[in-house]
C-alpha cells in the first residue's frame, strides 16, 4: 500500500461537558497538528497517490474553517465536545468528500483509504482511519 500525507496545524479555543474532562470544561485554547494520510494500492499514471499541492490546498480550507476559531460558537459544533477524536473525524469527512469528487488529481475511486491524524502534543495523538469504498 502507497501512501502520501500532508499536515498543517489550528489553534482553536473550545471546552467540553463532563466531569471526566476535569479542568478542559473551561475555556482553553489548544493547537493541533494535523495530518491526512491517503493510501492506493498503486500509482497512477503520473506515479502519485495523489497530487501533494491539491491535497495541501484542501488542507488549508478545511482547517481554515475552525483556525482561530472558539468551536463552542460554530452552529454546527452545538452541544458536541469537540475533543481530539472528534476533530480527527471532522477532518476526514470533509477530505473523503474531496477525494470522492477527484479534487486531488486523480481518480477518486482509486484511493483505498484515509487517515486523519490530530495530534494535541508530542505525546499525544488521536486518528480516524477508514476505507472509502
Known amino acids: 500500500m502507497y501512501a502520501v500525507e500532508v499536515s498543517d496545524h489550528i489553534m482553536i479555543a473550545h471546552s467540553f461537558r463532563g ?5 478542559a470544561q473551561q475555556l482553553h485554547g489548544a493547537t493541533f497538528v494535523v495530518a491526512v494520510a491517503f ?3 498503486r500509482l497512477d499514471r503520473n506515479g502519485i497517490v495523489v497530487d501533494i499541492g491539491r491535497a495541501q490546498d484542501v488542507l488549508k480550507a478545511t482547517l481554515g474553517a475552525v483556525n482561530y476559531r472558539n468551536l463552542d460558537d460554530m ?3 452545538q452541544g458536541l465536545n469537540t475533543t481530539t477524536e472528534f476533530l480527527t473525524k471532522y477532518v476526514f469527512d470533509r477530505f473523503a468528500d474531496a477525494v470522492r469528487a477527484g479534487e486531488l488529481g486523480r481518480e477518486g475511486t482509486e484511493i483505498a483509504a484515509l487517515r486523519v491524524t490530530v495530534s494535541e ?3 499525544a495523538r ?3 482511519e ?4
Do not use: D, I, N, Q
Open 19 to 23: 466531569a471526566v474532562f476535569g479542568p
Open 39 to 41: 493510501m492506493a494500492e
Open 75 to 77: 452552529p454546527e459544533f
Open 121 to 123: 502534543s508530542p505525546t
Open 126 to 128: 488521536a486518528w480516524y
Open 130 to 133: 477508514a476505507p472509502l469504498w
